[in-house]
């Protein structure tokens, strides 16, 4: 399966910033090797707080899904709180990946919105 990662951070200390980042990745990487899966790219957006709202890399994202679904069947995230904190990009991407058949698969929850995963 063809797929991209989204990782988020909302430290401000920029040494935890890089762990968390490193530690994300690692999860993916490990759960794209057992699965034999490919991920094609990883959005990262660091150190988005309350106060940075700018999710750069989750909007490129959006974007690139738009523009090149065919080459994308799923996104990876470690954790469904790491998509957005706000209710409408939830809504926005969850409407994106269904329209398209893209699944959302989210590994500390252990499943797949569209079918069923087994962490």
Same mark, same amino acid.
């Not at 150190?47 to 490129?60: D, G, L, M, P, S």
């Not at 065919?70 to 990946?97: C, H, M, Q, S, W």
């Given at each position: 399966?063809?797929?991209?990662?989204?990782?988020?951070?909302?430290?401000?200390?920029?040494?935890?910033?890089?762990?968390?980042?490193?530690?994300?990745?690692?999860?993916?990487?490990?759960?794209?090797?057992?699965?034999?899966?490919?991920?094609?790219?990883?959005?990262?957006?660091?150190?988005?707080?309350?106060?940075?709202?700018?999710?750069?890399?989750?909007?490129?994202? &959006?974007?690139? %899904?738009?523009?090149?679904?065919?080459? +994308?069947?799923?996104? @990876?995230? #470690?954790?469904?709180?790491?998509?957005?904190?706000?209710?409408?990009?939830?809504?926005?991407?969850?409407?994106?990946?269904?329209?398209?058949? &893209?699944?959302? %698969?989210?590994?500390?929850?252990?499943? +797949?919105?569209?079918? @069923?995963? #087994?962490?």
């Amino acid at each position: 399966m063809n797929t991209v990662a989204y990782i988020r951070t909302s430290n401000i200390d920029e040494t935890e910033d890089v762990v968390l980042i490193k530690t994300q990745k690692s999860i993916i990487d490990e759960w794209a090797y057992s699965n034999n899966n490919i991920i094609g790219k990883y959005y990262i957006d660091s150190r988005h707080t309350i106060h940075n709202k700018q999710r750069i890399q989750f909007e490129k994202m &959006i974007k690139d %899904i738009n523009d090149n679904h065919k080459n +994308i069947e799923g996104i @990876v995230v #470690t954790d469904f709180y790491r998509l957005a904190r706000k209710p409408t990009d939830i809504v926005r991407l969850l409407t994106l990946t269904q329209n398209l058949d &893209i699944q959302i %698969i989210v590994l500390s929850e252990s499943f +797949i919105i569209k079918s @069923v995963y #087994t962490h």
